[in-house]
């Protein structure tokens, strides 16, 4: 073996031929073979080269036959080798570049198809779509404005115009940037980064099938300032109109066009889904919106979903980790350990929202829109329970973790049990709110108050207090619930004049049939099959997403309960060590709809918080900053409309 560095071996010396073999086999034997390896590479490459070169032309004074690179010594074949590389890199240079002019690859030679849309009609249709929010930076796109994340609406108008059923006016979309005009765009939602829908609604003009009459075809010119394709008429009639059959006393120079509105129409839903990302789904699109539809003004009713557990976050064993319920005007002897909600407070809170009311202490101010009436109206607002099934997570109902008790024993643990939850998955609640229109962040301000008094913090009556504005006209400051559990579930647009909750809008969903009236005769109208069910169909596209995310919470939840069941599972020991660790923690933990709670120092009640500015001055501030002596010029023009009247712009 080698002797360790700085320990000398007495058999070298008694042994000198024995030191001059290690020397040899150490030093100069591993050199001499590198040094060969190097001739016998080099050797190589030369041949190889040769042979790479054989039909070029010799150098000058050069002779390439009768050499024998055996006899030349190590310097002059490296010298030799070099040369030859520098020739075989300047012909492969040089045949590189005469391939690449005289052959041009496919695509540099393949034309974009060329599309004239005034060959084409259109149709003003609605379109119902869902979309999961936490890959986007909100729904609405803005000009000039870069995000760290694609909006919804910048997806969605590269789908319809990749599919070519919009051509905006403006530079006949040259530019490839989002721009509606011409396509009579409406949005109904603008929902925030990380917020998804699963009813979100936008209405537009697109392409249609729907054959040009002959005096369309023969005029092609554009009209500026209106949408390139070629309207048809009637644009906005009821489907039951659509459906009937052309009038006998029609224009006798016209020939009648044999056309369905529905069958014969192009897929709308199955085009755009094609080209959409998975996580956003066109669902249903209707045919014949009322006359003087807009998605955003036309709906009456907003309907929002916001989902949580239950527990909310991870429970702690241990007396330390419990509250007593008596901020909400319950008995002293009723506990609760942190991370279980009170739903009974929270539904009793929330059902307090519901009527018109003032909510500038539920929102966040935007001072550009210098708006002044915070009024809305809330039809409903209670908390459910969602039914799911599951076994993931269960060992959270074990007793050392189970939430409301009556009084607290020695050891951590409680007497009697007020609630006997079946074991299984923790629960899922979801915070049901259905308005007429929403303000800024509205519903996340709601959910945060909602689960400061689910924990206890504060009591139900909150609600009424800060909804009185002569006694609380400045909101105080507290953080609103995170973004991702909050979907806009559905856009409801009922008859005018009506009272109904009910959606009226003929929607026409991938498999279904369009149904309409025809005089007084109920029609069936069978549409393009396919689109739901089987290879690329809406169901298996979002089986795909459900079971990417539902593998993800198995093992989640599986790895979970490993890590509760390993080691010691007796629970009066896990309470004991909790209780070891003494008295309860002067920072509380805050539940806000995320993934956990936030350590937030000791807790101070909503109403003793610091206070914001009034609305009024907040308005007043931005108005001064932007150079209006008076705020009325801002509220009676608008802000946008004053500030392009001063740039010398028209304004419509």
Not at 50 to 69: C, T, V
Not at 136 to 160: D, Q, V
Not at 473 to 492: F, G, H, N, Q, S
Not at 597 to 624: C, D, F, H, Q
Request: glycine share 6%; net charge neutral; proline share 7%.
């Amino acid at each position: 073996m080698i002797p360790a560095p700085g320990k000398t071996s007495p058999k070298l010396f008694e042994n000198p031929s024995l030191h001059l073999r290690r020397v040899w086999v150490m030093f100069l034997a591993p050199r001499l073979l590198y040094s060969y390896i190097q001739i016998r590479g080099l050797i190589f490459n030369a041949s190889r080269l040769l042979r790479g070169i054989a039909h070029s032309k010799p150098r000058e004074g050069m002779k390439e036959q009768g050499i024998n690179y055996k006899e030349w010594e190590p310097e002059k074949l490296i010298e030799r080798v070099t040369l030859l590389e520098k020739q075989l890199r300047e012909l492969s240079e040089k045949s590189h570049s005469q391939s690449s002019v005289a052959t041009p690859s496919p695509q540099a030679t393949r034309l974009r198809r060329t599309f004239d849309p005034s060959k084409y009609s259109t149709r003003f249709i609605a379109l119902k779509f869902a979309y999961l929010g936490q890959r986007y930076n909100g729904f609405e796109h803005h000009a000039n404005n870069t995000t760290p994340l694609p909006t919804i609406e910048e997806m969605l108008w590269k789908a319809l115009d990749k599919a070519r059923l919009i051509v905006p006016t403006e530079n006949l979309n040259t530019t490839g940037d989002v721009n509606w005009e011409g396509c009579d765009y409406s949005k109904c939602g603008r929902t925030d980064r990380g917020v998804s829908a699963f009813g979100q609604v936008i209405s537009l003009r697109v392409r249609s099938n729907r054959p040009l009459a002959r005096h369309a075809q023969q005029d092609s010119s554009l009209d500026e300032g209106k949408c390139p394709f070629s309207e048809i008429e009637p644009a906005v009639t009821p489907l039951q109109q659509i459906l009937q059959q052309p009038n006998s006393d029609n224009d006798a120079s016209e020939e009648p066009i044999s056309f369905d509105p529905v069958k014969d129409e192009i897929p709308y839903v199955q085009v755009l889904n094609r080209v959409l990302p998975p996580d956003i789904r066109i669902l249903a699109w209707c045919p014949t919106p009322p006359p003087n539809f807009s998605s955003r003004f036309s709906c009456r009713e907003r309907r929002y979903r916001y989902f949580f557990t239950q527990p909310a976050f991870m429970p702690t064993p241990g007396g330390s980790n419990v509250r007593s319920d008596v901020d909400h005007n319950r008995s002293s002897d009723s506990y609760r350990r942190d991370g279980w909600l009170n739903i009974d407070a929270m539904n009793e809170a929330a059902t307090k929202f519901e009527g018109l009311h003032d909510f500038r202490n539920f929102c966040k101010i935007d001072a550009s829109k210098q708006i002044e009436s915070f009024q809305r109206r809330i039809f409903q607002s209670k908390i459910v329970e969602i039914d799911q099934t599951s076994e993931q997570a269960a060992s959270v109902n074990r007793p050392a973790f189970l939430g409301l008790h009556s009084s607290p024993t020695t050891n951590g643990l409680f007497d009697r049990q007020e609630q006997n939850p079946t074991l299984g998955t923790p629960k899922v609640y979801a915070f049901v709110l259905h308005g007429s229109a929403f303000l800024w962040h509205q519903v996340r301000h709601m959910v945060a108050i909602l689960f400061l008094i689910g924990q206890g913090f504060e009591s139900p009556d909150l609600i009424t207090t800060m909804l009185d504005i002569n006694a609380n006209p400045a909101k105080p400051m507290y953080e609103m619930a995170e973004d991702a559990p909050l979907v806009l579930w559905d856009c409801i647009f009922p008859l005018e004049g009506g009272d109904s909750h009910e959606d009226a809008m003929e929607w026409i969903y991938v498999g279904d049939t369009a149904c309409g009236v025809a005089g007084n005769t109920k029609v069936s109208r069978p549409v393009p099959k396919g689109g739901k069910y089987g290879t690329g169909g809406l169901a298996e596209d979002l089986w795909k997403v459900w079971r990417q995310r539902k593998m993800d919470e198995l093992l989640a939840g599986t790895l979970l309960n490993e890590v509760l069941a390993q080691g010691s599972v007796d629970e009066h020991t896990q309470a004991a060590e909790q209780n070891a660790q003494g008295p309860r923690s002067a920072s509380e933990k805050v539940f806000c709809g995320g993934d956990e709670a936030r350590l937030k120092g000791k807790y101070i009640p909503v109403l003793e918080r610091p206070r914001m500015e009034s609305v009024g001055t907040i308005n007043a501030r931005y108005a001064a900053k932007k150079g209006f002596e008076k705020r009325d010029e801002v509220r009676d023009t608008g802000f946008r409309a004053v500030v392009l009247e001063r740039r010398g712009d028209h304004v419509e």
